[in-house]
């Protein structure tokens, strides 16, 4: 016969199995959620230190099984979100979620919540920060960004390219087809138009100074042919590219 000493302890093993079982079901139960969510969600402590995230985290915020228990602000993300220790500090002290638009690496727009993490006893300890892909926003802001530049581009009467760094054309203007005889130059290389008129040392020594350091050239004349030439140029950025690319206007002098 059990003592009441060994009855009551063994009353408590058997809660504390049958409490321990439940919560290895409850922690079962949540990562199989959390695998199962097609959205990067990453949950953080007051300390921005990463708590659990979702498998479509790892790829935005370069993240690894190991990185549980460290703080946000080592990883090395894809994708950044401004003042994200202050907008965590005011989800924490308003419980109000913030809600911010921000771009990853490669131009890719997306929509970031951070909400207020509860405790099961309802203590705030945290946040839960969930990004949505605004691929309508960026394709709104794309196609408001290409046609303003279309538009601006062939209104300007003075001939337009836009070049690689291997003088590749990526867009000519309408004014610049009109002078160099053609209807479309996108991908050919500028020393291989008008009859090779552009193959010559000068232009080529200038479009390689504007990656020397020079950045702009302005009025810089050269001969092309029988015509004698103007050529301002600049280093730019397209929405669309990831390189600087050569912005050349021509302007021919008068005789």
Do not use: C
Not at 92 to 103: K, N, S
């Amino acid at each position: 016969m059990l003592s009441t000493t060994s009855y009551y302890a063994e009353l408590v093993n058997e809660e504390l199995e049958r409490r321990n079982e439940e919560l290895t079901i409850l922690n079962s139960d949540l990562v199989n959620l959390l695998a199962s969510i097609n959205i990067p969600v990453i949950m953080l402590d007051r300390n921005l230190k990463i708590r659990r995230y979702t498998p479509h985290t790892e790829k935005i915020w370069n993240l690894i099984a190991s990185d549980i228990g460290r703080p946000v602000s080592d990883i090395n993300q894809k994708i950044k979100i401004p003042e994200l220790k202050e907008k965590i500090a005011r989800v924490i002290e308003t419980l109000e979620t913030e809600e911010i638009e921000t771009r990853d690496h490669a131009g890719n727009w997306y929509s970031v919540k951070i909400r207020p993490y509860k405790s099961i006893d309802n203590k705030i300890d945290g946040v839960v920060v969930s990004m949505l892909k605004s691929s309508m926003i960026q394709d709104g802001i794309d196609f408001i960004f290409k046609s303003f530049s279309e538009t601006l581009f062939n209104t300007v009467n003075e001939p337009l390219v836009v070049l690689k760094k291997d003088q590749t054309i990526i867009r000519a203007s309408k004014s610049f087809l009109e002078k160099f005889g053609s209807t479309e130059l996108t991908g050919r290389k500028l020393t291989d138009i008008a009859e090779g008129k552009w193959n010559i040392p000068e232009v080529k020594r200038l479009l390689s100074s504007l990656y020397s350091g020079k950045k702009t050239i302005l009025d810089s004349m050269i001969k092309l042919g029988q015509d004698e030439l103007l050529l301002n140029a600049g280093l730019i950025r397209l929405h669309d590219e990831q390189d600087e690319l050569v912005l050349l206007a021509v302007r021919e002098l008068l005789k």
